[in-house]
């Protein structure tokens, strides 16, 4: 059969943030607006640290404004709550991002809730995981979302599939068995507690691991042609002593020999989720104002 398609998120990223510069482009001169996205970061979680650097870049590479709040890991919560207060009535921020995890001084839950749902640009609102789970209009949480796009690209119509997600939390495993759905996936939520899970596995089209165990899912649990989202990211000791590197949920070296198609970790599912940011704050931009998203994005 072949080893699989490598399904490359950076390229596939690169192409969205071309589209997202030129809807920008488009809307600013048609109507004025620049999209704005606010960050903020608490602390200085080094992961976080990267992950911020580069959401400002493409940011202000895409042609938006960026606005980026980064405040003490002793920050209170009633400070915190302050600034997204300010953030939630600024006309230049469309969409805002609280980078998690958060300390332990700060509650996730309380800090998002506070967020407008209208600009809460990664999905996690129970206002928009409610419009997610009934077909409305809201922003989709990013790494789903990108997950999607590249299956859709690389498989084309997904109706009728058979899709088995690893994970079930809110940020990835729920809102992934949502978007599925919506393209006439036949969906199963697998976990922790699943019995015979690489039975299950084996049954899948489309297998999606977001489990957050190294190399958890072996060759053997992947039918032959399936296409394979990776979205684990996990650091193992690596060949040096005292280096690391990432590997995926996904023992790659064997599911490249057996999948149809697969992301790699790093340079699959991660650069996408940055890309559909950016995609979620043109379009909030767009709704708050009244303006038709452009076809570009409107078709992702």
Known sequence: MGRARIIDGKAFAAGVRGKVAAAAADIKARHGLVPGLAVVL????PASEVYVRNKNKFTVE??????????SVDTTEEDLLALIDRLNNDQAVHGILVQLPLPDQIRSAKVLDALDPAKDVDGFHVVN???LSTGGQGPVPCTPLGSRMMLEHTLGALDGLEAVIVGRSNIVGKPMAQLLLQRNCTVTVAHSRTRDLPEIC????????????PRMIRGDWIKPGAAVIDVGINRVPGA????????GDVAFDEAVEVAGAITPVPGGVGPMTIACLLVNTVTAACRQHGVEVPAELASL
């Open 202 to 213: 084996r049954r899948a089209d489309i297998l999606v691991a977001a489990v957050g165990r």
């Open 62 to 71: 895409t042609g938006m404004a960026s606005f980026a709040h980064r405040l």
């Open 129 to 131: 995981v409610g419009l």
């Open 42 to 45: 608490v602390g200085e979680d």
């Open 240 to 247: 040096e002593e005292g280096k690391t590197r990432l590997v």
